[in-house]
């Protein structure tokens, strides 16, 4: 009998405890993480930023709800509140329902939650780099290439592509998105799990187990973003804004670089606390002077730091007003190639580096999907020809020493010259699962547009007139039915400095590309 008892209590015991893991780790957890306030920038924890945006998206009766989904091809071609104010006299309303990476995989894993939004239309930036072209090159081609990579050969892949073998590897994918990939393993684990679950059991038990945690806990699935949104908060409440990824605070009128780099001098509108100035700034040197004027040019602050690193500056401005608007100059030109030689091909000229929400009393919440205009953008569509190739070539292709990594972007290049040499179209997984997706949402009464989103003309051209690619474009074109609609935004993209690379589109462009898909957005939804 009192062995009856103690298996008893086991049971009870067991039972009790998994439904209190279940309660904190369903509840509790999922209520906490996204209940606190989000401060993370552009382009920072990803999953994490996603997650909580698109819980946050709800249309009214009256809006016409779309949503712009893609990778960051999408991200960086499209900004939502330029598009919201052009589409608001006929009650359009844009949001981003996007991350970095995302394929038409995710897409088709996402269709149920997208249309459980129940926008009006679905409007996908698709770019043949989200079809993830990784796996056509083989182990021993990537090989090739990295030793070519570590000597710095640039623009010879042809001499190690085998044009034998244009098998795409639907077997290495499955075995890196089981293992490796984030959005299966973090985003949507359980769907993926029961669509794929013999692929996954192939490669490897512990592969299964891993996925089938995640798809069990939330804190399993959570942990290498679960402190994100607290350390943001720690960092912009409790500490000086000295630790970030990217620029939040006032736009200096000369522009700002996005990771907070100011030009040697330059004029911002500062907001005050009380008449007081209180900000951080670093200085790459020692023995830099730093003079700061007031509107009526006064000098208000001038010292020279014997030490570099970072450094708090406090002043009274005379005014005692909420805002003012202050000249700032350091006596250091700082290279960006000492700095940083990865960020850009050709050198660019800072001063001192402002602390993340210099000159803003406000710590914002809910701007990680708001793109801020970055003198990285700008100094790209001031360049020439030449000064762009050059740029380009360094950023993108060049060799910067042992401890840089080869970029996925190189992976890319060899792929489309890969495919150029096809003599016909093929498709794979990932152009099949765009089409599924796309017919669920028709199913549900969705519009769906479908915009090819245009690629530098460097790289494009490797592969633009191949028998792949026309049948590609012809792909796109008869994927869905009545409430399908194709654009081709290529040809609206002619200009490479409209690039920051092989497909992202810089500011200046995306403001472009915003207004373009806007219109297209109208059209669609106006349509009789």
């Given at each position: 009998?009192?062995?009856?008892?103690?298996?008893?209590?086991?049971?009870?015991?067991?039972?009790?405890?998994?439904?209190?893991?279940?309660?904190?780790?369903?509840?509790?957890?999922?209520?906490?993480?996204?209940?606190?306030?989000?401060?993370?920038?552009?382009?920072?924890?990803?999953?994490?930023?996603?997650?909580?945006k698109r819980?946050?998206?709800?249309?009214?009766e009256?809006?016409?709800?779309?949503?712009?989904?893609?990778?960051?091809?999408?991200?960086?071609?499209?900004?939502?509140?330029?598009?919201?104010?052009?589409?608001?006299?006929?009650?359009?309303?844009?949001?981003?329902?996007?991350?970095?990476?995302?394929?038409?995989?995710?897409?088709?894993?996402?269709?149920?939650?997208?249309?459980?939004?129940?926008?009006?239309?679905?409007?996908?930036v698709?770019?043949?780099?989200?079809?993830q072209?990784?796996?056509?090159?083989?182990?021993?081609?990537?090989?090739?290439?990295?030793?070519?990579?570590?000597?710095?050969?640039?623009?010879?892949?042809?001499?190690?592509?085998?044009?034998?073998?244009?098998?795409?590897?639907?077997?290495v994918?499955?075995?890196?998105?089981?293992?490796?990939?984030?959005?299966?393993?973090?985003?949507?684990?359980?769907?993926?799990?029961?669509?794929k679950?013999?692929?996954?059991?192939?490669?490897?038990?512990?592969a299964?187990?891993?996925?089938?945690?995640?798809?069990?806990?939330?804190?399993?699935?959570?942990?290498?973003?679960?402190?994100?949104p607290?350390d943001?908060?720690?960092?912009?409440?409790?500490?000086?804004?000295?630790?970030?990824?990217?620029?939040?605070?006032i736009?200096?009128e000369?522009?700002?670089?996005?990771?907070?780099?100011?030009?040697?001098?330059?004029?911002?509108?500062?907001?005050?606390?009380?008449g007081?100035?209180?900000?951080?700034?670093?200085?790459?040197?020692?023995?830099?002077t730093?003079?700061?004027?007031?509107?009526?040019?006064?000098?208000?602050?001038?010292?020279?730091?014997?030490?570099?690193?970072?450094?708090?500056?406090?002043?009274?401005?005379?005014?005692?007003?909420?805002?003012?608007?202050?000249?700032?100059?350091?006596?250091?030109?700082?290279?960006?190639?000492?700095?940083?030689?990865?960020?850009?091909?050709?050198?660019?000229?800072?001063?001192i580096?402002?602390s993340?929400n210099f000159?803003?009393?406000?710590?914002?919440?809910?701007?990680?999907?708001?793109?801020?205009?970055?003198?990285?953008?700008?100094?790209?569509?001031?360049?020439?020809?030449?000064?762009?190739?050059?740029?380009?070539?360094?950023?993108?292709?060049?060799?910067?020493?042992?401890?840089?990594?080869?970029?996925?972007?190189?992976?890319?290049?060899?792929?489309?010259?890969?495919?150029?040499?096809?003599?016909?179209?093929?498709?794979?997984?990932?152009?099949e699962?765009?089409?599924?997706?796309?017919?669920?949402?028709?199913?549900?009464?969705?519009?769906?547009?479908?915009?090819?989103?245009?690629?530098?003309?460097?790289?494009?051209?490797?592969?633009?007139?191949?028998?792949?690619?026309?049948?590609?474009?012809?792909?796109?074109?008869?994927?869905?039915?009545?409430?399908?609609?194709?654009?081709?935004?290529?040809?609206?993209?002619?200009?490479?400095?409209?690039?920051?690379?092989?497909?992202?589109l810089?500011?200046?462009?995306?403001?472009?590309s915003s207004?373009?898909?806007?219109?297209?957005?109208?059209?669609?939804?106006?349509?009789?």
């Amino acid at each position: 009998m009192n062995q009856k008892k103690l298996k008893f209590k086991i049971i009870y015991l067991s039972i009790l405890f998994i439904a209190l893991f279940s309660l904190i780790d369903r509840v509790v957890l999922d209520n906490l993480l996204f209940g606190f306030p989000n401060e993370l920038e552009w382009d920072t924890s990803p999953w994490f930023n996603f997650l909580e945006k698109r819980r946050r998206i709800q249309f009214s009766e009256n809006e016409k709800g779309t949503l712009i989904v893609g990778s960051s091809v999408a991200l960086y071609s499209s900004l939502p509140e330029r598009m919201n104010e052009r589409l608001k006299g006929a009650s359009i309303r844009t949001e981003f329902y996007s991350h970095p990476a995302l394929t038409p995989s995710d897409f088709y894993f996402y269709k149920e939650d997208i249309a459980s939004k129940q926008p009006k239309l679905v409007f996908f930036v698709l770019n043949p780099a989200d079809l993830q072209l990784d796996f056509l090159i083989t182990e021993k081609e990537s090989e090739d290439r990295l030793a070519q990579y570590k000597q710095n050969l640039l623009y010879q892949e042809k001499s190690i592509i085998d044009f034998q073998n244009l098998e795409y590897s639907e077997k290495v994918l499955d075995d890196v998105s089981a293992k490796t990939r984030h959005q299966n393993r973090m985003i949507y684990p359980a769907q993926y799990l029961r669509e794929k679950y013999e692929s996954i059991l192939k490669t490897g038990k512990s592969a299964f187990l891993s996925i089938l945690s995640r798809s069990l806990f939330l804190v399993v699935r959570y942990r290498s973003f679960l402190y994100d949104p607290m350390d943001a908060w720690i960092e912009n409440h409790l500490r000086s804004g000295r630790s970030y990824h990217y620029y939040t605070g006032i736009i200096p009128e000369e522009g700002i670089y996005l990771r907070g780099w100011a030009k040697p001098e330059f004029s911002i509108d500062c907001e005050l606390k009380n008449g007081v100035f209180e900000e951080s700034v670093f200085f790459q040197e020692k023995g830099t002077t730093l003079r700061i004027w007031g509107e009526g040019k006064p000098i208000l602050f001038d010292k020279t730091f014997p030490k570099s690193g970072w450094h708090t500056i406090k002043f009274n401005v005379p005014e005692k007003s909420d805002k003012t608007k202050l000249r700032i100059a350091s006596d250091k030109k700082i290279s960006s190639l000492q700095v940083d030689s990865r960020i850009f091909g050709t050198e660019e000229i800072y001063g001192i580096r402002l602390s993340q929400n210099f000159c803003r009393n406000e710590i914002r919440k809910h701007i990680s999907y708001i793109r801020i205009p970055g003198l990285d953008d700008s100094r790209i569509s001031n360049m020439d020809d030449v000064t762009y190739s050059k740029d380009y070539t360094e950023r993108i292709y060049g060799y910067k020493g042992e401890s840089s990594k080869m970029s996925r972007l190189v992976t890319l290049r060899m792929a489309k010259i890969k495919l150029a040499s096809s003599p016909k179209f093929f498709v794979w997984s990932e152009l099949e699962y765009l089409k599924k997706a796309v017919e669920y949402l028709e199913s549900q009464g969705i519009q769906v547009v479908l915009v090819n989103s245009p690629e530098n003309p460097f790289e494009r051209e490797v592969y633009e007139t191949s028998p792949w690619y026309k049948g590609y474009i012809s792909y796109l074109e008869n994927l869905g039915k009545d409430k399908y609609t194709f654009k081709n935004a290529v040809s609206d993209f002619k200009d490479k400095k409209s690039f920051l690379d092989p497909h992202h589109l810089t500011y200046q462009a995306s403001e472009k590309s915003s207004d373009l898909f806007a219109d297209w957005i109208l059209e669609t939804l106006t349509e009789k």
